[in-house]
Structures are given as structure tokens and as C-alpha cells.
């Protein structure tokens, strides 16, 4: 370190990195983000261990059926390799600083190695001289210049693949993409940031978001869940390029962000699922009903061989049938789940565990609470849509929730936003719900439009027996919990490129 001048530099510490910046500035760096680092390095944790449990449990059962003594030494040998720490690897390929990558060397137990790849010299700089300071050796941190995609596409048709590939750039991680399933290996753990959500959730122009992710946005109702499964749309659309496929572990959407982790794995068969868990999802332009359309479907025949035929439908009629309206259409998006609640759950044991170790726990375990109670349907309701569509007083989030317990269907909030309905009930039952509810709340039928959506909706009787009794279920235990953040910073908001200069203190926008 003696050949370091501090002087030039101001330190930031978070987890247990610290990391110098030239007071320059010239390298990337978003202090908001550390929410998405402590869930980066929880995930990998959680995901760390299923992995390794796994690798060790096959060779194992491979030991106990070994049939000569030198197969059953060759895999004690490999076993021994398992049980011995250090046997993963992980990829940053948009490293910056080499904070993510440094967190993840001293945080995460296990790692044989972190590569840092960046694309720019002073970044590399940076990682190497911040691998010095933290007292790392460089072969665990291994500063990389390269460019992403170059290094992701080096690994195929070798065996030196990542166990983690992290990409967390500027903007869309689209172009990453095709090389970064390629390059984690089998079982591994593909965690993916996108920053940018204007495009993802078709605030501006939808046509934008189909060249990047090959699909329609819906800006209506749930952007920001519609946008996870765009993502997810597309990484398993690469994926089955390749004979892979992928599995969710948790999709969050965060701020002005999103970031999933999924793992990854090889096989045909799998992959001839994808038609059934990619879809196209309806969103009428009136009332906000949705419906979601599968392009294909497959089951299992009694003598276990599975059939897989097109999709029928579609799923809604030509004009809407509770308000008349056209439906807009989006996708083709991932509508199958978008976490394994298994896994959220032990991840979320581990935060509560290790609560010390991560700056923003109270925030994590507050979104990880409401992922792990969300209903495992496609899409939300909002309450302000809902209410906003009848003109009606705004209904209490827990008399919705009860009427549809109620009326036998589950309910929850999204964690994409406060005032939310996941459901599995048919939107009939919703509006039916809240056809009841402007019974016992009339609204001014005088000041509403001949033609709207709610005198359509409000002209027709409930069909079912809607009961507000408070269901027990209807107060989530999360609700003890900070579930939802409000706007951390005055800064806060994707960074602009490093070395570019803030033209105010407002948001930046990227793309
Ligand atoms: C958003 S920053 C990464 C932040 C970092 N992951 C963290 O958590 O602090 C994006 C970085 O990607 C780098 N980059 C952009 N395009 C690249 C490419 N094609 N290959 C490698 N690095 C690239 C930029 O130089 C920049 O440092
Ligand atoms: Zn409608």
C-alpha cells in the first residue's frame, strides 16, 4: 500500500470494502446501489449453498454406487474438491470501481475467484489499486480489461465457465445477454440489472422496448412487474438458443431499476417448456382487466411422456367484457413465476441472521417479506386504477383483500408498489368486489361520461355473494416491516456515465 498517496483519493466504505476514489471522480460510482449489492451478495450467499449442497449430494450418491475401488477413489478425490472451500467463481463483467467485486471477495465465503472486467483503463486502475487497499490477493480479485462480451463468449465450448455472472451496467443489460447465458455454468447463478425503466416499462416510446427485448411493454397498470417479465422473457428466449433454460429465484423491481437472479441450466427437454411460461398478456385500455394468453401448453400423458400443442385462445373477447373497451397488447413475456419462494425464504433467514452485515437489512427484509407472501400470478391491480375507473371513493385495501379471501381466491400486494392486488381471482370477481363496495359508497353517477368504463362496469349486478368481513389473511405479516421505500436521496436515480458532469441536482435519466 505503500505506493498508494491517499491523498489523491476519497474513501467510501460500505459492507466490509473500502474503496478509494480519485477525487477526480473519473470512475463510476452510485452509493444508492447498495441495496442491490447487499441483494447481489445475499443471493449468491443463499445461492452458494443450494449449489454446493447439490454438486456434493450428486458425487455422493455417485460414491455410493460406484462399482470398482478406482472409480470410488476418483470421485472421494473429487468430493474432497467439493468439501474443500473455495470452488466457486463469479464474473462482474461491468465491474467500475471493483466495489461490487471486492464486497463480494471479502463478504462471500467460498470464493476461489471474483474477475473484475472492465472496459476502461481506469477502471481496471481502480479495481487493482482497490484490491491493494482491502488487502486482497490479486488472484482472488482478478482485475480484467476487456470488453464484456468478448470475455462472456471466450468461455464457450471450454469447461472454464462462471458459477456467478453478474451484469450491471449503464442502461440495458440486452446486449449482454446472449453471451452471459453462454457463460454461466451449469446450475450457476446469472444475477441481471437494467436501469433502463423508461424504455422497459414503455413510458415513452413501446416500439423502443420490442427492438431491445423483443417485447411489447404495458404502461397501464403493472410496468414495472410487466418489465421483470420482459427481462425474463428475453433471457430465457437466449437461454433456449442454447439448449438452457432458466429457472427465477427472486425478480425484483428496485427503484429505477430492476435486478433478477436466475440460475441456469442445459436441457432440451426443459426447454420445450418455454412456449408454455412465455406468453402474451392482455391489458384492457378501459378498466385494466388483464389476461394472460400462454403460446403453448404441454402436459403429462399417464405413461409420463408430455405433450406439448399450441396455446388456445384468445383468453379475452374482441372488446372487453365488463367495460367494451379495446385491450392493448403486450409481450410476448415470462408468465410463469417470477421467484422460488424456497429460496427467498432462506435468504431472507440469512439477512435476519446476519443483520450486521448488510447497511440496508431493514430495507431487505422489507422487500423480501412482501416477495415472499406475493401471490404467484402474472400482473397486479392498483387501487388507484380500481377506484380511479369507477370514480368511487378509494376502497380500503383491507376490505379488498377480505372480500376476495372471501370469496375463496388469494390475495396480496406486489412488491413493485404500495396499494397493489395480486390475485388469482377472475377480474369479474374484482369488479364484482368493487361493484359491492359502490353499493355501500354510491358515486355521482351525473358526473360520469355516457360512455366510460365504470357506467358500463356499475350497470350490471354483482354476480357473487361479496362478503367484507375481515378475513385473518388480509393483514400481511409484512406489513410489520419497512415494505416499501420512498426516494432515498435527492440524487437518487440511475448515475450518469462516470466523467460526465450533472447539468443540475435532478434525476439523471439514462437512455
Ligand atoms: C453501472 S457501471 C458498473 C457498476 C458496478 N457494477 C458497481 O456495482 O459498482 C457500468 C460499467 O460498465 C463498463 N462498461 C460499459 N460497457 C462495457 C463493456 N462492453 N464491457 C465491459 N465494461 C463495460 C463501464 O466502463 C462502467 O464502469
Ligand atoms: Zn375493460
Redesign the pocket.
Known sequence: MADIDISLYNTVTEGKATILFPKSNE???NPV?EF??DMSIAAIRTWSEIFMQEKRARIEKKLANAKTEQDRIKLAEKLDVQINPHNFTIL??????G??SIRYAKEIPNLKQVVA????DD?VESIRRNTIYNNLSEDLVRANK????RVMYDTVGTQNKYDVVDL???GSAAPFVDGAVQAVSEGGLLCVTCTDLAILTGSMHPETCFGKYNGMPLKGTFPHEMALRLVLQMLQTSAGRYRRYIVPMMSCSIDFYLRVFVRVYTSPNEVKKAASKIGIIYECSGCHAFATQPLGKYDVKDNGSERHTPGSGPPVNEFCDHCGSVHHVGGPAWIAGLHDKTFVGKMLQHVKDNEQNYGTHVRMKGMMSVIQEEVDEPCYWTLQRLCGTLHCNSIPLLDLYSAILNAGYKASASHCGPQTLKTNAPSSVVWDVLRAFVKKHPVVMANIAENSPARKILAKEPSINVDFTRHPDAVAESRNGVRYQLNPTANWGPKAR?GKKRKTDEKDTEE
Not at 92 to 97: C, H, V
Not at 117 to 120: P, T, V
Not at 146 to 149: F, L, S
Open positions: 470512475v463510476f460510482y446501489q442491490n449489492r462482474e463483467a461491468l465491474a467500475a470501481t466495489l461490487r472486467n472492465d472496459l476502461l477502471a476487456g470488453d464484456a462480451m450491471d451496467p449503464y462516470a
